[in-house]
């Protein structure tokens, strides 16, 4: 149980898709805490800022209740603090945001930001004027230069366009780590059963940025074990069933129940685009070729 008034170090952001640019702030982070015995945090917002204030959704890459956790394991910080982006909030000064929210309600001794981070009424707090806040306050600031990677700023939004296109590859490479969805597994409507090949089932959050309709190679995380996978995303268009988009893996030589039960998914490669069969014994004999094909990418990784 972290103290009410324990003294913070404060990695400021909204941490979504908690990529290596945030991975960088985290660890900063970590590390100021330990050097001043203190608590290391994440501040961060309740909703994406943009949603508010332009009234269109931000699409995110991880889902609103995934957030918390994986921030946390990414991340290695002692909590995350979740703020009410609200009409306060959004019109609050970027000096009285500093110093009566983190330092006076959080007891900010060490603030960490990225250098295009933008906060307070119409985004007036620089890094800059953070830097000069927190010298006249006397506590520690360190303003984190972004990532690069192949020339590219690792951001947010270049890793949502990865993410439309398909490009599962290029946006692990951004992230540090696979795009996963993650849920409790439902009863579904029993199609792969059918066909032969079981699978199970989750909602596709609808706040997530959602890759292109199709096949995945995949692997899938249940009750602390790894498993390799076929994942679908889709509305089952061969059984015209007008379902709402869900999130299928089929689970390679796995005969277990998972109902009930909270996994992720991993989503390694893209094989596919869903599409509509003639009949389920063309959709059958696509699936086993997309297993075939799943094998094939797990041998050829494990001999790299």
């Given at each position: 149980?972290?103290?009410?008034?324990?003294?913070?170090?404060i990695a400021l952001g909204y941490f979504d898709g908690v990529h290596c640019g945030h991975q960088a702030l985290m660890k900063l982070a970590v590390?100021?805490?330990?050097?001043?015995?203190?608590?290391?945090?994440?501040?961060?917002?309740?909703?994406?800022?943009?949603?508010?204030?332009?009234?269109?959704?931000?699409?995110?890459?991880?889902?609103?209740?995934?957030?918390?956790?994986?921030?946390?394991?990414?991340?290695?910080?002692?909590?995350?603090?979740?703020?009410?982006?609200?009409?306060?909030?959004?019109?609050?000064?970027?000096?009285?945001?500093v110093d009566d929210v983190l330092v006076g309600q959080f007891h900010a001794c060490w603030i960490i930001t990225g250098r295009n981070n933008r906060?307070?009424?119409?985004?007036?707090?620089?890094?800059?004027?953070?830097?000069?806040?927190?010298?006249?306050?006397?506590?520690?600031?360190?303003?984190?230069?972004?990532?690069?990677?192949?020339?590219?700023?690792?951001?947010?939004?270049?890793?949502?366009?990865?993410?439309?296109?398909?490009?599962?590859?290029?946006?692990?490479?951004?992230?540090?780590?696979?795009?996963?969805?993650?849920?409790?597994?439902?009863?579904?409507?029993?199609?792969?059963?059918?066909?032969?090949?079981?699978?199970?089932?989750?909602?596709?959050?609808?706040?997530?940025?959602?890759?292109?309709?199709?096949?995945?190679?995949?692997?899938?995380?249940?009750?602390?074990?790894?498993?390799?996978?076929?994942?679908?995303?889709?509305?089952?268009?061969?059984?015209?069933?007008?379902?709402?988009?869900?999130?299928?893996?089929?689970?390679?030589?796995?005969?277990?129940?998972?109902?009930?039960?909270?996994?992720?998914?991993?989503?390694?490669?893209?094989?596919?685009?869903?599409?509509?069969?003639?009949?389920?014994?063309?959709?059958?004999?696509?699936?086993?070729?997309?297993?075939?094909?799943?094998?094939?990418?797990?041998?050829?990784?494990?001999?790299?």
């Open positions: 149980m972290i103290e009410k008034d324990a003294k913070r170090a590390q100021r805490a330990k050097e001043n015995g203190a608590v290391s945090s994440v501040f961060t917002f309740n909703v994406h800022p943009d949603t508010v204030i332009t009234g269109r959704r931000v699409p995110l890459i991880t889902s609103e209740a995934r957030r918390g956790a994986e921030i946390r394991e990414r991340g290695g910080v002692d909590e995350v603090i979740f703020a009410r982006f609200n009409e306060e909030l959004r019109n609050m000064d970027w000096k009285a945001f906060f307070g009424y119409r985004g007036q707090g620089t890094p800059e004027r953070l830097q000069e806040e927190c010298a006249r306050l006397g506590i520690g600031c360190d303003i984190v230069e972004s990532v690069m990677i192949d020339n590219i700023v690792v951001s947010s939004t270049y890793i949502r366009q990865q993410l439309a296109m398909g490009n599962m590859e290029r946006a692990a490479q951004f992230l540090g780590h696979p795009y996963t969805i993650a849920g409790v597994v439902q009863h579904g409507r029993r199609v792969g059963r059918t066909l032969g090949f079981r699978t199970v089932n989750l909602e596709l959050p609808e706040e997530m940025q959602a890759p292109p309709f199709g096949v995945y190679v995949s692997r899938v995380i249940a009750d602390g074990k790894t498993h390799i996978a076929v994942t679908n995303i889709g509305v089952h268009p061969t059984f015209g069933l007008g379902d709402k988009p869900c999130v299928e893996p089929h689970i390679l030589d796995f005969d277990g129940d998972l109902y009930g039960k909270v996994i992720q998914v991993e989503l390694l490669h893209f094989l596919r685009p869903e599409r509509q069969y003639a009949d389920s014994e063309l959709l059958r004999q696509a699936i086993a070729d997309d297993i075939t094909r799943t094998r094939e990418y797990f041998a050829a990784s494990q001999s790299e």
